[in-house]
């Protein structure tokens, strides 16, 4: 048997085990003609999933693993196979991950829609890339590219622009059903602009409205609700920062003041966050942590429509329970 037809099937049984791996991804799309739009993480399946509605099936390829940490296998371009549209976050955030699903698939037919490209640059925040592949960004770099925050789904403003790109997407894809996905974009716009009304209401008479942050994600939250994020304890997400750094951000902290700590539950907070807040406290700061999720991971059994709306209400309830 030759070499070449020893790769061929070799190639052929892997793609099979692909298909039916442990069994924990299997092609997810119903026979009904509907159009197949795949999300990459949490935050942008709630919101695929509030302007399709009944007129298009949504997945979501990462659940309990997010974009920082999340390295798709053969496997996980079971569902792109027969997808019409792959709406990711963009920036960076998701990109590798996206074009290496593409690759597994060869879907000719997919598109690739970018949520956040169509968030105005004025409206970002500008940053150096902090690229690995962990974080999930691009491996090609441009030295003179600028790059941005990509955490924006926190900021609900942006989060609703990212709203409204998804819906044009979908209209553009299925023109035949444009009607529903504008009707259930408006409205899910409208309780996103409540929610947000509703956590600037809770921190409205606030005055101490200063965070330490757990890692580098919050500040367009931070934008949205007037709260000014200080420092981050981990500049990526996973790596403690070393002692020097420490040191820093604890005689940062006790200079401008800052009691909040806002620790995420994805990550455990008895590391470094918990040495900072006995640093804090010892210098007679009553210093203390506020739950914010960053919505980059889910259980598969809580991830409702809802899911984005209730988790970014409880971060507002928790960081108004803990500010003075």
Known sequence: MTHQRLVRIGVALFAGLALVGCGRVQDPWSEQPRLRIVTSFVPIYCFAKNVAGPDAQVVCVMGETGPHHFDPSPHHAVALRRADLFVINGLGMDNSIARKMMRGARNKDLKLIEAAAAIPTSQLREG????????GHDEEHDASHVHYDPHVWLGIPEAIIMVQAIRDALSTADPE????????AAAYTQRLQALLEEGRSMLADKKDRKLLTFHDALFYLARSL????????EATPGQEPDSKKLREIIAVSKEKGVRVIAVEPQYASDTSA???????????????????????TARPAELTESYYEDKM????????????
């Open 274 to 296: 918990k040495v900072i807040l006995r640093a804090l406290r010892r210098e007679g700061i009553d210093a203390d942590f506020a739950v914010v999720d960053t919505l980059e």
């Open 226 to 233: 007037d709260l000014q994020v200080v420092e981050s304890i």
């Open 177 to 184: 059903h444009r009607a529903g996905y504008e009707a259930r």
């Open 313 to 324: 209400r409880q971060s507002f309830q928790n960081l108004a329970a803990k500010m003075k």
């Open 128 to 135: 150096a890339c902090n690229c690995g592949h962990d974080h």
